[in-house]
Structures are given as structure tokens and as C-alpha cells.
């Protein structure tokens, strides 16, 4: 993996992203890959690393409300487990244009943070079983690690199991 956030200007989704991780007090480098890591796979594959450490953003409505999801990229999300979990009697995923409206950024670059306005969201209680995770840094091109601590802590966000593998 090339670390092109030293030798060229971040994105500016990516420089707003940044910008509330060094809000939070946290340490994490938002950083640009060569190619696409719009799905977990790709990222896993730059990266080197497990695709369970990926942790995907995914947008879904909640009883119609926004609902950002931190899931690991090893698995799918089981709405049902998610709608329990949340207390919703329904939970689907949310379409393009309102990822784009919610959060500012594209599908397959949708940062845990960065967004218009907070977005209440849940963390996969899988993500724990990695010492570091990767999220998207606001493009499909942006990556950022943390540990999940961090992750909880930057986002706010109540950890759930959203699927049972």
C-alpha cells in the first residue's frame, strides 16, 4: 500500500473526515489508495489485511430513520438481528441518494464521521476481534485505521451483533 496522504492533499470529504478525528483526539491517518477500495474485499486486498477487519459503512433506515451501521466486511448484515437490536419493527437499506444526502459521501467511501449532521449508528460487536480496523475515509479511495475503542468512541455509537456467523 502506497501512504499518499505525506505527498498529496487529501479529498475534501477526506479533509473533513480528518478533521473530526483530530476533534475526537485520535490519532488516525486518513490515507489514499492507489486504486478503489469501494468494497470490502478491495480494501482487505490494498490493505493486506483480513476482510473482517474492514469495517463497512452501510446506510439503512431504521422505522425510516437514518441508521449508519459499522459492520465487519467478513459478513452481511441479518436485518432482523439489526431491527432487535435497535428496536425497530422495520430496517431497510437506505437507497443511493439518500447515502449521498445523510452522510455527504458516495457509497463504498462513507466514513463513520464527516457527515452533514451526527448520524446515530451501531458498531458490529465483530469488529472486536481485530486490533486494528480499517473504515473508509470519505471516498472510495480513502482508508483510515483504528482500534475499535476508537471506533466506538469517535462515532458514539452503541455496539450490536448484526449477524450471527
Do not use: K
Not at 492507489?34 to 433506515?61: K, N
Not at 441508521?67 to 422495520?90: E, F, I, Q, Y
Amino acid at each position: 500500500m502506497t501512504d499518499q496522504a505525506a505527498t498529496a492533499p487529501l479529498p475534501e470529504r477526506s479533509r473533513l473526515v480528518q478533521e473530526h478525528v483530530r476533534a475526537a483526539g485520535l490519532a488516525s491517518q486518513v490515507r489514499e489508495l492507489p486504486d478503489s477500495a469501494r468494497t470490502a474485499a478491495q480494501a482487505a486486498a490494498a490493505l493486506g489485511c483480513e476482510i473482517g477487519a474492514i469495517g463497512s459503512s452501510l446506510l439503512f433506515l431504521a422505522d425510516e430513520q437514518p441508521l449508519l451501521v459499522m459492520t465487519s466486511g467478513r459478513h452481511r448484515v441479518d436485518l432482523d438481528l439489526l431491527a432487535a437490536a435497535v428496536g425497530a419493527a422495520n430496517v431497510v437499506m437506505a437507497p443511493a441518494a439518500t447515502v449521498r444526502e445523510v452522510t455527504g459521501q458516495a457509497i463504498g467511501g462513507v466514513a463513520p464521521v464527516g457527515h452533514p449532521s451526527p448520524v446515530r449508528t451501531v458498531i458490529d460487536a465483530a469488529l472486536r476481534d481485530y486490533d486494528v480496523v480499517w473504515t473508509a475515509g470519505g471516498t472510495p479511495h480513502t482508508v483510515m485505521p483504528m482500534s475499535f475503542d476508537e471506533l466506538v468512541a469517535l462515532t458514539g455509537g452503541d455496539v450490536v451483533v448484526v449477524a450471527a456467523d
